[in-house]
């Protein structure tokens, strides 16, 4: 199976500007997360949706904005760019669903530069 | 919120030894803990995970311990070989809640 795809895999942004990041997950597949990695703040989890309904949500400003298509695949949208946004972005896919609910496994994220 | 804590955050090791990763969690509501591997460049790889009814499972030379009571999981890799050098991250989730809360990560290098 092709494993979890995220694309631009690179993106130079300037501060005010708004950005889309998109994620192809492992088919069959029904949901994704999101998650911001940076080197002071670690891995932290920004959403998560299934079957095209958002599930959880993590302690993000309303910048940040994710929906999910009836295909599984996913986007997420910032707006008003700042500086800090500046990270990977990590989308992970899941079953979903019993009897493996829980197991995410990673694309190789999205490294958006803010400038 | 769930809060993990993992320690130490770097590690050097001779190869041919293990390693040792520990992990605390702060919500007792947790019952799927996942370990991942990161590599330069790369997103986190699953290398493998725990569920709360089983103490200890194993992979080849990899092995995860949880104690419940004690609120902590750890991570075993004994033989270690260069190519486990990477950072080291683990997690934990609450059940029905599909978020993973991650620990800050773990540096290994494996000295030839």
């Known amino acids: 199976k092709a494993g979890v795809t995220q694309t631009p895999r690179y993106l130079i942004k300037t501060r005010g500007q708004q950005v889309t990041l998109s994620c192809s997950p492992i088919?069959?597949?029904?949901?994704v997360s999101w998650y911001q990695q940076t080197p002071g703040q670690g891995l932290q989890f920004l959403f998560e949706?299934?079957?095209?309904?958002?599930?959880n949500k993590g302690n993000f400003p309303g910048r940040f904005s994710g929906r999910q298509f009836s295909n599984s695949r996913s986007e997420m949208n910032v707006s008003t760019l700042e500086l800090g946004d500046s990270a990977l972005y990590l989308c992970?896919?899941?079953?979903?669903?019993?009897?493996?609910?829980?197991?995410?496994?990673f694309g190789p994220g999205t490294r958006l530069t803010v400038t | 919120g769930e809060n993990v804590e993992q320690h130490p955050s770097t590690l050097s090791v001779q190869e041919g030894d293990s390693a040792v990763i520990k992990c605390t969690y702060s919500?007792?509501?947790?019952?799927?803990f996942p370990w991942y591997k990161q590599e330069l460049g790369k997103g986190p790889q699953l290398i493998i995970d725990i569920r709360s009814n089983v103490g200890e499972k194993k992979d080849q030379r990899i092995a995860v311990t949880l104690n419940k009571t004690a609120k902590h999981f750890s991570l075993h890799i004994t033989e270690t070989q260069p190519e486990d050098s990477a950072v080291y991250f683990c997690a934990a989730s609450p059940s029905n809640d599909y978020k993973l809360s991650f620990g800050a990560g773990t540096t290994v290098t494996v000295r030839a």
């Open positions: 949706y299934f079957s095209e309904t958002q599930r």
């Open positions: 992970a896919s899941s079953p979903g669903t019993i009897p493996s609910p829980y197991e995410q496994y």
């Open positions: 088919s069959g597949h029904r949901s």
């Open positions: 919500d007792s509501a947790s019952n799927y």
